[in-house]
């Protein structure tokens, strides 16, 4: 058996404070542009059999019982208890947390509180421009107030990002420079003059603008790759990380290290990156979770082309605690099996099998995230 | 062992009904742009492997035996009596035909008799469009009598297709939504006056309003992907069924229900879209006899994205019964060996295999396409 | 066991005849924009670890050693003794070497005589015309010789190349057909006039007159594909073999014979050209010595679209010995493993699967390149 330490995990949302019934329960399980089709549930889907393989005996259930059953005993546990045992029985000893997502969500502190760990912040630019721009009553103002809050977020958090649903590959894959600053200021008036209050950002020039920001600060900077990235879009058609590609060369050698989330069912695409350029790391939770009974498969993919020490687990956790423990449990053992498996082989040794297994469990995100120079 | 019920075939087409010497059978075995390569043969393929260890043993040989063996005993017995027993040792209960494909082929009521077992036929949308132009003097007419066939055909018929080679993934691709109604008189007079008898059609607008006038009906769309869409024609660059995002998300709503065939190497991303977008559905079959001894891995790679209601099995089987015959045979074998493989690993429960196993062998085709209320 | 004869390595580059340090060497190991990121190492990658599985023996180490006493004993016996141990202990017969690459490097003769076996000149378009300008005054007497040196090459060595890094898979993607004489004759002069000695031809035209004059010669032409197609530069947009579908039906027909080298990771595209097109033929070895334990799984994929005949190996090897040992003792264990497998499970007969060991590990690359003509 590899040992692997306590996880960090390096991308999660928040979960969900109130009782969730069948149907809404269901509805977070995937994310699609839709219900379900008619004589079809979200159940029957990898993420919904690993659900139910891993989250019922953390519940006291048997695995694989019906989702009823689940649901019926995660309500009488409640939503508080039954956070508690799943965060805490996934073996995550820190999260970062992206907090620009909307709803009741926990942020971080309540999330390490819950989970026993520790938890840091990921901070979301469109949504910081956007509070900005509540405040600011001119073009100057908002610009000098942004950068302010640009500067100021990255003291507090650990990386920046932006929305998936942002549409930002298109963005850059069209125009990877930053843009001038005339360019701004003409964008930024636009915006401010035409939007409602908490109007999201879609401005490519201000898009651009943003994630140059954040590229300046010298902080991480988590892009969104793979299928699910535009959703509730779903812009399949920009899902390639290939998009990216100019815009990752045009930040090589600024100090600025670059993480690609997600990236299935593009992960070799994201790893061949992440070998090719010495700031671009990539993302191993995302599609591990979703995958469920799949999950060696996927990970044995991405371990392919990418440097050990650029690969970093994440969960993908959004709303339910149950997706958060779900990627935590399906990488550890699929982990396990596929670097096991090697050393069986007698292609590895048994001590890189756990040396790779600690980097990529934890180390590597300590080291680009400087999680120990932090709270 | 995971039972799997007797198999709906949601994609065939019709087999020869003349006797075929080792090179003219050879040249059905694989889609290419020419003969093969000087010092190749299309029997050292999967496929070709595939047919030597599934059909001799079908017709009283042992398998993998030699080509030259194979097709002197599949004389020996007839063209009528060898269809036969491939076509009946392949445990399919129900064919869905592409009757829009030329040649000497049977016909969804002879392959039924043939096969012991049920056929409905799928209209192709291009073909329906020709034999309306045959009988139509002008362009009013027309299109006129296109509404009546494609009202007509939907009575009849389970599903819509389009030719393959149409190359309607790039038309789509640049213009997904329904063209106006002056476009489309015009588009027609065009083709009218240009074609000859019997003519394809290739117009843009034309292709589109047929899709959109299926797309009307209600009845299931099938649309082809994958590098093998194109041929002859072979445009690999249209195979990424990304291309069609945007006519599914125009599609999406209406009540029609999409679904993609075929879709190899991009099977996951045609996975993905079946995922997002609750009217689209998935096809599990036509890279599995094509794959041969790397079936099972292909339809693992299948089932890690599409949800499991939204997947159904097709043979892809064309000319020769034998491609028929071994669609549905690594199928079963492949979908036993990776179900029954994750029950193994604790992953899945037994009966929720069992299940999974049903639904995409039979019960989501029977849904989808509504057999049960059909003939 | 399935044995394996001796094999042909249809691409890989010469060996470095000067000795190396740790930090020098593990530079050459992977093919990256820069240096390792802070806190890793190219060793900890899957090259670096098959490096580590399969070399320390051939110098009398144990597997797996730490990477510092492999250096240590590789400067003991000396570069050419080493090159020698790590040559002839990888079981290749033939190689195929690209001569354009810079660098102090070991040519054709010279390493048939290290590793004991045949090779043969794979000669690069793009050096054969800098070569020529070198020595040419005009434009009409540069084209004349550069006619003449083609022409002249093609006795002599059996294949052409194009740089990895000249950018041709985009160009061709744009212009497929030849060029007329007349922009052939603009493009050259504006070069002559514009290049330093040693230039690097990047015109589009010229490189288009490049790769049709080399398919008129009626030799083999090595065509780039994949993510380290265009390294140092790294294009991955240019990755996908898609790119030359319409070049590959523009040469269809005319004799010539393309090899599309590389592939990862769009390997399984590049495969299924191969099977649609009768003159395409697709690499085996480039993704498995950098996928190290993951070959089995890659070479898996390969096998499953393209014909057997169309499939060739090469170690993709350059400047390291340990690059061309580790890609053909690597390739070579994982053929075992999947065809060995295939066997076991009763897909494939033995026969077949020593027979198909036969062709890719050199057959197809004899008939291929008529190499029992050659030397």
Redesign the interface.
């Known amino acids: 058996m590899i040992e692997t330490p306590p996880l960090v995990d390096q991308y999660c949302q928040g979960v969900l404070r109130t009782e969730l019934g069948l149907g809404t329960f269901e509805a977070q399980l995937?994310?699609?542009?839709?219900?379900?089709?008619a004589?079809?549930?979200?159940f029957?889907?990898?993420t919904g059999?690993?659900v139910r393989?891993w989250c019922p005996p953390l519940l006291g259930l048997e695995?694989?019982c019906a989702p009823a059953r689940y649901l019926a005993r995660r309500r009488e546990l409640g939503v508080v208890e039954s956070g508690r045992r799943l965060l805490r029985g996934s073996g995550v000893a820190a999260y970062l947390v992206d907090t620009g997502v909307p709803g009741d969500l926990t942020g971080p502190k309540e999330l390490a509180l819950t989970a026993d760990a520790d938890a840091f912040e990921v901070v979301r630019l469109e949504l910081l421009a956007e509070q900005v721009a509540d405040t600011s009553g001119t073009v100057p103002a908002f610009l000098a107030n942004l950068a302010e809050a640009v500067h100021h977020a990255a003291a507090a958090a650990v990386a920046f990002t932006c929305g998936a649903d942002a549409g930002y590959p298109a963005v850059l894959g069209q125009a990877p420079e930053p843009p001038g600053p005339g360019e701004v200021r003409g964008a930024a008036g636009r915006w401010l003059a035409r939007r409602a209050k908490g109007g999201a950002v879609r401005d490519p020039v201000l898009l651009r603008h943003l994630l140059w920001s954040a590229v300046a600060t010298g902080l991480p900077l988590q892009l969104h790759t793979g299928?699910?990235a535009g959703?509730p879009g779903?812009?399949?058609?920009e899902?390639d990380?290939?998009?990216l590609?100019e815009f990752v060369?045009a930040t090589?050698?600024l100090g600025t290290?670059l993480v690609l989330l997600g990236g299935?069912?593009y992960h070799?695409?994201a790893a061949?990156?992440a070998?090719?350029?010495?700031?671009v790391h990539a993302d191993l939770g995302a599609?591990l979770g979703?995958?469920?009974?799949?999950a060696a498969?996927?990970l044995?993919?991405v371990?392919?082309?990418?440097?050990?020490?650029?690969l970093l687990f994440s969960s993908g956790g959004r709303r339910l605690p149950e997706l958060h423990a779900v990627g935590a449990l399906v990488f550890r053992e699929a982990l396990g099996r596929v670097l096991g498996g090697?050393v069986g082989?007698?292609?590895?040794?048994w001590?890189?099998a756990e040396r790779?297994a600690a980097?990529v469990a934890a180390g590597n995100a300590r080291?680009v995230y400087r999680l120990d120079e932090r709270g």
């Not at 995937?30 to 089709?37: L, Q």
């Not at 070998?275 to 700031?279: E, I, K, N, S, T």
Request: glycine share 10%; proline share 9%.
């Open positions: 995937v994310r699609s542009a839709g219900a379900p089709a004589g079809t549930t979200f029957d889907t990898q059999f690993a393989r695995p694989h299928a699910g959703d779903q812009r399949p058609q899902a990380p290939a998009l590609t060369r090589a050698g290290r299935y069912p070799r695409h061949q990156l070998a090719a350029f010495p700031h599609a979703q995958s469920g009974a799949r498969g996927v044995a993919e371990l392919e082309a990418a440097p050990f020490g650029k090697w082989d007698g292609a590895w040794s001590r890189d790779v980097m080291r």
